[in-house]
């Protein structure tokens, strides 16, 4: 690959990192951040830079989101809370319930509490 670019190798007691693996000398330094492995072939220490999400072919989970799409989502989720809302509106909680049943001198339990006895 002729393309102009200086290709630079580790010295003993520099590691230049590249996007390919290379073998770490014992006792050589490295950089943080790198992907470093042991092969298990060779036993030896290799390392590299970490590679870059499109290398891998990868992108964000975000990149794949269609924003209308999303939209639509959330106004199906707004829609939702407004239909729940209306059906708590009909019906009215235990303890409102409970309540309303004291004036009329009724116990009310729950049938937790029926199975308890």
């Known amino acids: 690959d002729d393309s102009g670019d200086v290709i630079v190798e580790s010295t003993d007691e520099v590691f ?6 290379q073998e770490v000398k014992p006792g050589q330094a490295i950089p943080k951040g790198l992907h470093v492995r042991i092969n298990m072939e060779t036993g030896k220490k290799e390392a590299r830079l970490l590679p870059t999400q499109k290398e891998e ?13 999303l ?9 939702d809370i407004k239909a729940e809302e209306a ?11 409970k309540e309303h ?6 116990k009310v339990e ?8």
């Open 110 to 117: 729950t049938d937790v509490e029926v199975m308890r006895k």
């Open 87 to 97: 059906v708590q509106a009909k019906f009215r909680s235990m303890d409102e319930l």
């Open 16 to 21: 230049i990192p590249t996007s390919e693996w």
């Open 71 to 79: 939209k639509e989502a959330l106004k199906k989720i707004k829609n």
């Open 101 to 106: 049943m004291k004036d009329l001198e009724v």
């Open 57 to 69: 072919g990868k992108g964000s989970p975000l990149d794949k989101i269609d924003h209308e799409e």
